[in-house]
């Protein structure tokens, strides 16, 4: 039982680039989010799904998309990178209201 | 005012020491409670689910009131091996969103 999966564990970017970050989970969770986490500040979210099919914008969309086309998948989407997006990404999934399953985080830097 | 506050921190205490962490929500249709625990660079994990009853388990006693929208985890006989950033977390929206706390840093020192 692999949980939540990420990759890449880490990435450099240029400016303007544009590249898809992956987490998948197998425990069949219909909830899955994706949060950024920077040096001082907690845990924001930027986008979520309730289950497949379905997408909606957090606290901090901007700059990002996301698909959910299966139950297990949920990849983030960075359009046009940009060094404000150099951060800590974390993909997570739950059933609703219920624990929260990390992966173990893609780390971003953005030159 | 963020949904969610906590102590500030950090915290430095004597290995055997009681520790105690306080948190705040401002949104009163907030509908679970949790702490997680996240070590540096690692991703977080639950420590335990915040009962309206108080729960515990082990060295830790997590306490809810709902009518002041406060949440406490009181860590008894604090371990080197309790060292991380701890991290309060309310669901909104029918449990659709977690809303994280900044965190507190606890360091535990021999």
């Known amino acids: 039982n692999a949980g939540v999966t990420q990759t890449p564990k880490f990435q450099v970017l240029k400016t303007g680039q544009s590249m898809t970050l992956q987490c998948a989970q197998d425990?069949?969770?219909?909830?899955m989010s994706w949060y950024r986490q920077d040096p001082g500040m907690g845990l924001r979210l930027i986008h979520y799904?309730?289950?497949?099919?379905?997408?909606d914008q957090g606290e901090v969309p901007n700059g990002y998309n996301v698909s959910r086309s299966t139950t297990e998948d949920f990849p983030l989407r960075l359009l046009s990178a940009a060094p404000s997006q150099t951060s800590v990404y974390f993909c997570?999934?739950?059933?609703?209201?219920?624990?929260?399953?990390f992966g173990p985080g893609t780390r971003l830097l953005v030159l | 005012r963020k949904e969610v506050e906590q102590d500030p921190g950090p915290f430095n205490v004597p290995e055997g020491a009681t520790v105690a962490f306080n948190c705040t929500y401002s949104?009163?249709?907030?509908?679970?409670f949790f702490w997680y625990r996240q070590d540096c660079r690692k991703e977080p994990k639950l420590l335990m689910s915040?009962?309206?009853s108080g729960n515990e388990d082990g060295r830790f006693t997590a306490q809810l009131n709902r009518a002041s929208q406060y949440i406490s985890l009181l860590i008894r006989d604090s371990k080197l091996s309790d060292s991380a950033t701890y991290l309060c977390?309310?669901?909104?929206?029918?449990?659709?969103?977690?809303?994280f706390g900044p965190g507190t840093r606890l360091s535990v020192l021999p």
């Open positions: 997570a999934s739950s059933y609703p209201d219920k624990t929260q399953y």
């Open positions: 425990m069949n969770h219909e909830y």
């Open positions: 799904s309730v289950g497949a099919g379905i997408t």
């Open positions: 949104n009163s249709a907030s509908q679970s």
């Open positions: 915040v009962y309206s």
């Open positions: 977390v309310v669901t909104l929206n029918y449990g659709q969103n977690f809303v």
